[in-house]
């Protein structure tokens, strides 16, 4: 059974830096393209960063130059790194294995004076 689990949300202030962390249990893991997404209330579901197993990224205009997207094959686990951090930002966070159809729990991010 494949689980995603995600941390490293919570509240930050505008300008401010955050680090999000899926790991994810089975085999899988390595062969796989990886996803972040999120949801803003009252908005659709939407793609930030995307990481292909051979390192691979792209990013959403809206985050490129301050996201980072990254993996750890050797700790099933992969990253969002945040930075210089906007209120719009505002969301629920979610990894996402491509393709699978496996989400996980999503982690709240809040950029607010």
């Known amino acids: 059974q494949?689980?995603?689990?995600?941390?490293?949300?919570?509240?930050?202030?505008?300008?401010g830096s955050l680090r999000l962390s899926c790991a994810v249990s089975g085999s899988m893991f390595r062969y796989s393209t990886l996803g972040w997404y999120?949801?803003?209330?009252?908005?659709?579901?939407?793609?930030?960063?995307?990481?292909?197993?051979?390192?691979?990224?792209?990013?959403?205009?809206?985050?490129?130059?301050?996201?980072?997207?990254?993996?750890?094959n050797a700790k099933n686990t992969v990253y969002l790194q945040m930075n210089s951090l906007k209120p719009e930002d505002t969301a629920v966070y979610y990894c996402y294995i491509e393709g699978t159809g496996y989400w996980g729990q999503g982690t709240q991010v809040t950029v607010s004076s």
């Not at 803003?40 to 792209?58: D, H, M, N, W, Y």
Request: glycine share 16%.
């Open 2 to 15: 494949v689980q995603l689990v995600e941390s490293g949300g919570g509240l930050v202030q505008p300008g």
């Open 38 to 72: 999120r949801q803003a209330p009252g908005k659709q579901r939407e793609l930030v960063a995307r990481i292909f197993s051979g390192g691979t990224t792209i990013y959403a205009d809206s985050v490129k130059g301050r996201f980072t997207i990254s993996r750890d």
